[in-house]
């Protein structure tokens, strides 16, 4: 089970207001800030890391970009995720739907946040 993750980011405050606004439909907020770095925890359950299990921090960002995708409840928080990340400033990389492709029941919406990281919410459905 991974703990936490996290990516360098070109514009901190920029990324940072991208990621609060995207992520709070997920129940997402911001755990513990450094100088130049946030992590995100979801404190669903008050089990999650005090520190978050998702980071951004200040610094030149991986070639190529990363692909992170975060757990939804259900099909409304993966559409609410997805207006809230395009109102943020994100690039459409996939509106919310069904991906059966995937598995049965796999809904997701992607989204290209400002340094052109592949982030999505996904809900498994019945299926998972």
């Known amino acids: 089970m991974i703990d936490h993750t996290g990516f360098n980011v070109s514009d901190y405050a920029l990324s940072r207001a991208f990621y609060q606004k995207a992520?709070?439909?997920?129940g997402y907020r911001i755990c513990l800030e450094l100088e130049s770095s946030a992590g995100f925890g979801a404190q669903r359950g008050g089990s999650d890391d005090l520190g978050g299990d998702?980071?951004?921090?200040?610094?030149?960002p991986q070639a190529p970009r990363m692909h992170?995708?975060?757990h939804a409840?259900?099909?409304?928080?993966?559409n609410e995720f997805y207006r809230a990340?395009?109102?943020?400033?994100?690039k459409d990389n996939g509106a919310p739907g069904e991906r059966p492709h995937y598995h049965p029941g796999y809904y997701a919406a992607f989204v290209?946040?400002?340094?052109?990281?592949?982030?999505?919410?996904?809900?498994?459905g019945t299926a998972a």
């Open 23 to 26: 992520l709070a439909p997920l």
């Open 54 to 60: 998702f980071w951004i921090g200040a610094g030149e």
């Open 68 to 70: 992170v995708a975060f």
């Open 73 to 78: 409840a259900n099909e409304e928080e993966v």
């Open 112 to 124: 290209l946040d400002p340094d052109g990281h592949n982030i999505e919410a996904v809900y498994h």
């Open 85 to 90: 990340a395009i109102e943020a400033g994100g």
